[in-house]
């Protein structure tokens, strides 16, 4: 059984007697800075002199230093830019600053697991990883709840390292919900493959090979698009409720029956194995390799793919159909542009 923790097992005064960097302000950024500031952090966000976060994080009355300012004053530094940019910020404003006695926090263990930052042995390296994007993070702890969060220590240099990271992890509402200790390789593994196999690549790809061969059949794409991207919140919800079971609960028995006969069909033992392919290759370090070699020379291939993605027959149907729906729009915290 899994360790976890709740707002009992942490002790709040630990971090906010630090002084806390918060590096970049995206996604998971944003959240964990206002909602440190919140629980009585000292918390300042580490972000470049030309950054267009700056505004943005300066609005929400946070103090915004440079990456490397904010390293030196702080002692626990959180990295929150993107994966494939941690190694370059770690060597330009991390390391000059990263002196005995701080703590170096993740909210995902890829760059540590995969060897791309090597921290000096005397300092924390702690990871507190919330299992949901930034935008609910933070609107959960607004909402006095909380995404559930892993926990995990690398490195401990100051015999503290757990105590500290559960301590961060309630300053950002994720004991509320429950923190499942973990290891920085579990983390790393499990969440590359999760997401690549099923959360976003294996998701995209069953919506979009469905909504194919409804067309393709001369089935109208709005029909289509209702039937395989729009119903699957509604499902999803049902499921995230209660399961797999509480799903199959509410449809009904003509849909209960053709989950059991059908879905094993479509989803075979070939599409385990390729699942089993797609492990092997984020443990051997092969994905992270491809990933980081296509971003340093410019990122063409994630380019190429994104572009090619947007032109997704699905993705103009859909945007048609969400202008009807009022109701369905992004929440006024996103500051997600379609089709940007
Ligand atoms: P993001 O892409 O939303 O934001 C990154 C921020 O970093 C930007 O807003 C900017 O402020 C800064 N930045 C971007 N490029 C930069 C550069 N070249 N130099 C310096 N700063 C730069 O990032 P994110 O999705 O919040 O991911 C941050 C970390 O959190 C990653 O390790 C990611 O794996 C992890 N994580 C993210 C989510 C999520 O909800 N997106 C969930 C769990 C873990
Ligand atoms: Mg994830
Ligand atoms: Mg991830
Ligand atoms: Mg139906
Ligand atoms: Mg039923």
Not at 60 to 78: D, K
Not at 177 to 186: L, P
Not at 257 to 268: A, L
């Amino acid at each position: 059984m899994a360790t976890m923790y709740y707002e009992d097992d942490a002790d709040l005064s630990l971090i906010q007697s630090k002084k806390v960097a918060v590096l970049g302000y995206g996604s998971q950024g944003h959240a964990h800075a206002l909602s440190l500031r919140d629980s009585g952090v000292d918390v300042r966000v580490g972000l470049a002199e030309g950054s267009s976060s700056r505004a943005k994080a300066e609005g929400e009355g946070l103090r915004v230093a440079t990456p490397a300012r904010a390293c030196e004053e702080a002692e626990v530094i959180m990295v929150l830019v993107p994966d494939h940019v941690q190694r370059h910020l770690y060597a330009e404003a991390i390391e000059p600053h990263l002196t005995a006695g701080k703590a170096l926090f993740f909210s995902h263990g890829f760059n540590i697991r995969f060897g791309y930052i090597k921290p000096p042995e005397d300092v924390d390296v702690c990871m507190v990883a919330p299992k949901g994007p930034g935008h609910l993070v933070r609107r959960e702890y607004v909402d006095g709840r909380g995404v559930p969060v892993l926990v995990a220590v690398e490195q401990d240099a100051s015999g503290q390292a757990k105590e500290l990271a559960l301590s961060y992890a309630a300053a950002i509402g994720g004991l509320r919900a429950g923190g499942i200790e973990t290891t920085f390789t579990e983390e790393t593994e499990t969440d590359l493959f999760g997401e690549q196999a099923v959360l976003c690549g294996g998701v995209s790809e069953l919506v979009m090979k469905g909504f194919e061969v409804m067309t393709e059949a001369g089935y109208q794409p709005e029909i289509a698009y209702f039937e395989v991207l729009h119903e699957l919140k509604l499902i999803v919800d049902l499921m995230y409720e209660g399961g797999i079971a509480k799903q199959r609960w509410s449809v009904s028995d003509t849909a209960e029956y053709g989950d059991y006969v059908s879905g094993p069909r479509v989803v075979d033992d070939r599409v385990k194995e390729n699942m089993q392919a797609v492990l092997e290759d984020v443990r051997n370090g092969a994905f992270a390799q491809r990933f980081i070699d296509d971003q340093d020379s410019g990122a063409p291939e994630f380019k190429r793919l994104r572009a090619q993605g947007a032109q997704h027959p699905i993705e103009a149907v859909g945007k048609d159909l969400r202008g009807m729906m009022a109701w369905v729009k992004s929440h006024a915290d996103s500051d997600y542009v379609e089709g940007s």
